[in-house]
């Protein structure tokens, strides 16, 4: 084809073999949402196959994101409940977590439903079980340290009334309501 030829808005065959290639590669090696692997297919179509034109790129990741739909290998909200999960065990806040949801492109009532049943004291212990703050503190508390310890759990997402209510806690009753959190 020369340059002056317009592109036909339909992929070809071989394209369209590579992006359900390119999609199951994908979705083999880690969980995607909706928008990550539109997103990826459209950008590495645009890479691999030279003078592609805007609407086969997108009909490609279209086409992707429907293969992964119809096989069942992509969906937003198990993306989501999984995602929140992990966050809340690592110690990040419902509104953290729903802002990394977010910014993947999950969708707001999506995002809502999986973060509606998360306990921010309890991702709020685990941030302080692994930061080493309030019971799990294994240096002398002063008021620069419970300052830094206070503004840290505001950081992290947190309200002061759940990061007061972690410090002020015995390290016995922190990791009981660790290991009660655990079974949930």
């Given at each position: 084809m020369d340059e002056e030829t317009p592109q036909p808005d339909t992929p070809t065959p071989r394209m369209l073999s590579w992006a359900r290639n390119s999609t199951i590669y994908r979705l083999e090696r880690r969980m995607h949402t909706e928008k990550q692997l539109f997103d990826a297919i459209w950008r590495k179509a645009r890479q691999k196959f030279e003078n592609i034109s805007e609407a086969q790129a997108g009909a490609l990741a279209d086409s992707a994101v429907k293969f992964a739909y119809d096989n069942k290998a992509l969906d937003d909200a198990a993306y989501a409940e999984i995602s929140t999960r992990s966050g809340m065990r690592h110690g990040r806040s419902k509104r953290a977590i729903a802002q990394k949801l977010s910014q993947k492109g999950v969708a707001r009532s999506t995002v809502a439903a999986a973060v509606a049943e998360a306990d921010d004291f309890h991702a709020a212990l685990a941030l302080a079980r692994?930061?080493?703050?309030?019971?799990?503190?294994?240096?002398?508390?002063?008021?620069?340290?419970?300052?830094?310890?206070?503004?840290?759990?505001?950081?992290?997402?947190?309200?002061?009334?759940?990061?007061k209510r972690v410090f002020e806690m015995s390290l016995d009753e922190a990791q009981e309501a660790l290991d009660v959190g655990r079974s949930l």
């Open positions: 692994k930061r080493a703050f309030g019971p799990f503190r294994k240096v002398a508390l002063d008021e620069k340290r419970k300052a830094k310890e206070l503004s840290a759990f505001a950081r992290a997402g947190f309200s002061f009334d759940i990061g």
